[in-house]
């Protein structure tokens, strides 16, 4: 009898193997320096806000007892929407709207690591196209109306494409044997301009398995 329980309780209390994968998602915030860098002008408009959203995923394979590769892919979006007042000929002032959007793809391969309890590291390489409007004046309407052109910089007509580094931290804490839930910060610098584009800070639930 005595020796059936301590056999069962040495069971129990037997670990799991680690798991080797994992996919992760991730939603929130971003802050494009670059992008909020533009200015607007009396003969174009492409200034968007500092701050946007930015989400994707990524898959994760462990190497070691605290390491792991992984592939990911983020997709920050940062906007303005702007309201330019005119004056009628009959003295109203009504408004033209005008939003403007700053899109970037970056794709990622990144080597992780455990440094501390629930605390990982990322660096590794970028690569991200860029979709970036712009609106330029085009003269008044016969009410005194401004009309702007709206023009898209994207992979389809101009291949804004740029290289680089990206490196980061991680903060998470097991929810259960597969689950984790953290909050991930990213910096994406791009070596083929010399800029530091983004910052994005998301929280990330994984499933590992």
Known sequence: MSVGLITSL??????????????????????????ASF???????????????AG????SYRVGRTGAVALGYTRTVNSDYKQIPYETAWGSTPTVDVRLRYVNNAFQAVYEREVARNLRVHAGLLYMTTASQTASYQGYTAY???????????????????????????YSRPIDTHFRLGLKARGYYLASVATFEMLTPTPTPTYSW
Do not use: K
């Open 56 to 59: 994707g995923a990524e898959v």
């Open 39 to 53: 200015r607007d002008t009396p003969s174009e408009l492409q200034h968007v806000r500092l701050l946007g959203t």
């Open 10 to 35: 040495a069971y129990g209390q037997q670990t799991l193997p680690p798991a080797r994968l994992g996919l992760q998602v991730h939603y929130g915030g971003s802050a494009n320096f670059f992008a």
């Open 144 to 170: 005194g109306a401004p009309v702007f052109a709206l023009n898209e910089t994207s992979m389809r007509n101009s291949y804004p494409e740029e290289a680089g580094v990206v490196a980061g931290l991680e």
